[in-house]
């Protein structure tokens, strides 16, 4: 026996109409989890460049605090006064621990609005035994060069302090191929076989540099004992080893990962993950050895985000399961200046490979729904798409929003209900996403049309026409039906085989089932 689809109802008014014969708001399930991981609609706080620390049954999320202003995001300004952090001991509840590290307490940089991409590493100091954390970060110095700090504290949520000059300046990575080589700092320690701590330090855009730190943490190892840090192509000879060479088309935003058993102990290739091409998608590469080990091939796993031009992963592991982290711009007003971290589980195959993946607006928490018409047999969904990496087609605001077969079922048939963006507080609002372009949602125009769309701007009118009133269907009280917010009387409708908004007449065509 076929089992019965039904509205997820938590509560409806008694009865279908009103007296004056409009239909009864009702109240469904919504999704008040999942991505953005420490933001919503209604609480907003942009952060990009995410990284991880997971410190025994704790996990840390590091962000820089993206504040750009309209004006700033139009002239390609990105301004990050600081390093934002948050805990969670589930990785779906998140609690904010504040300003880890403020520019303005840097002497070394040329302003207080870089606060680019970090990483934060647990050591013991081998001054005093004591476990300290290691903030690898990168910022412009007073030359008008991009350099790599490291700021010291005695907490993983700080307060960070630096230790008064930059880790890698631009002197010693030449020949210089632009003046943001050195940026995007990512860290990796591990004991070998024979006992032996090996600490890498590795970054770079337009070219991948890696090297090995001294105990301390806080300097870079004088490989070959000249007394200078000196770079090249020879592991044995260079202290700062550029390894960009066997990388297809790597932009930036490196992470080291590498697997462990139940014990903790690594084994097999290191991955390198990092942003690929332009707009930024994500890759990784494997090798037997960071400093001198053959790349095998490049491999994509994600295309460019549905709402910013950048991306940038960590790579962890947590009770067992192997995390990918990342940002998008999904929150109102967000972009590739104003962004977002998210997460989603990462899976092997068991060759070690890594399919390719889409983005994930339920995330971990969340849930997504599907949406059906009245003889069930049909599903709502969003045309199918690849993330263009051409600037000019961003942002996307009229992907069409059609019917589909049972048989032509994909995640572009998921949803991700939320609370209505027009007004948080009234239960019978709600506004719908797409669960895999992420940040684009059901959206009416002026001139009765239905796309998915992103909200570049925040605005009160935009937020309006992202939000429906759920009531009871017009065709079937058991189910429902999307009532326009910014167009009172009219509702979402299938129209030759389209979402469109109309008034209502067609009853049938305006009555959805929500599983």
């Known amino acids: 026996m076929e089992k019965r689809m039904a509205i997820i109802v938590l509560a409806m008014c008694i009865g279908g109409m009103t007296a004056c014969g409009s239909p009864k708001e009702i109240v469904i399930e919504k999704s008040t989890a999942g991505n ?6 209604e609480n907003i706080l942009y952060g990009g460049d995410p990284s991880i620390l997971v410190d025994g049954d704790t996990v840390y999320l ?19 006064p600081e390093y934002l952090c948050y805990s969670s001991t589930d990785l779906i509840n998140w609690t904010p621990e504040g300003t880890v590290m403020s520019m303005k307490d840097v002497n070394w940089d040329s302003n207080d609005i870089s606060a680019w991409a970090s990483q934060v590493m647990k050591h013991k100091d081998p001054t005093d035994g004591k476990e300290k954390y290691y903030l690898y970060y990168c910022s412009w110095d007073k030359t008008g060069k991009q350099c790599i700090g490291v700021a010291v504290s ?4 700080g307060k960070f302090v630096d230790i008064g000059q930059p880790l890698v300046k631009s002197s010693m990575t030449k020949p210089n191929t632009s003046t943001f080589n050195d940026i995007d700092p990512t860290a990796w320690i591990e004991t070998d076989e024979n006992g032996q701590e090996h600490r890498y330090l590795a970054w770079g855009n337009g070219a991948f540099y890696v090297c090995q730190l001294n105990e301390d943490m806080i300097s870079i190892t004088d490989v070959n004992g000249d007394g200078k840090i000196t770079c090249g192509k020879a592991s044995e000879e260079d202290d700062i080893v550029i390894r960009t060479s066997g990388l297809d088309s790597y932009t930036e935003a490196p992470w080291i990962y590498r697997k462990s058993d139940e014990n903790g102990k690594y084994y097999g290739d290191y991955y390198l993950f990092f942003a690929h091409n332009w707009r930024e998608c994500m890759a990784y590469a494997t090798t037997d050895d960071l400093l001198s080990g053959r790349w095998n091939k490049t491999n994509l796993i994600m295309n460019p985000t549905t709402t910013s031009n950048t991306n940038h992963m960590a790579v962890f592991d947590f009770k067992g399961k192997t995390y990918f982290v990342y940002h998008n711009g999904a929150l109102p007003g967000g972009n590739g200046y104003r962004r977002s971290a998210c997460i989603r589980e990462l899976n092997f195959n068991e060759d070690g490979s890594i399919d390719l993946f889409e983005e994930s607006a339920a995330g971990l928490g969340g849930k997504s729904y599907k949406i059906y018409t ?4 049909m599903i709502l969904g969003h045309e199918a798409f690849v993330n263009s990496t051409a600037d000019a087609d961003y942002p996307y605001k009229d992907k069409k929003i059609q019917l589909m077969s049972k048989e032509e079922e994909s995640k572009d048939c998921e949803w991700v209900i939320r609370p209505g963006k027009a007004d948080f507080n009234n239960e019978s609002y709600v506004s719908i ?11 009416v125009f002026n001139d009765g049309g239905v796309g998915l769309c992103q909200d570049t701007k925040a605005s009160e009118s935009f937020a309006a026409s992202q939000t429906f009133k759920t ?11 999307f009532e326009s917010i910014s167009q009172p009387g009219k509702f979402l409708t299938v129209k030759a085989g389209e979402l469109a908004l109309t008034d209502g007449k067609n009853k049938g065509d305006s009555t959805f089932y929500v599983e």
Do not use: C, F, Q, W
């Open 62 to 80: 590091y962000t820089g605090h993206d504040v750009s202003s309209d004006e700033e995001v139009s002239k390609s300004i990105y301004n990050i």
């Open 433 to 443: 996403e797409s669960e895999n372009k992420a940040g684009l949602y059901i959206t």
């Open 471 to 481: 009531v009871a269907g017009l065709s079937d009280k058991n189910a429902v039906s």
């Open 154 to 157: 005695d907490s993983p949520t």
């Open 374 to 377: 009245g003889d069930r047999n």
């Open 36 to 41: 953005p991981m420490v933001a919503d609609n």
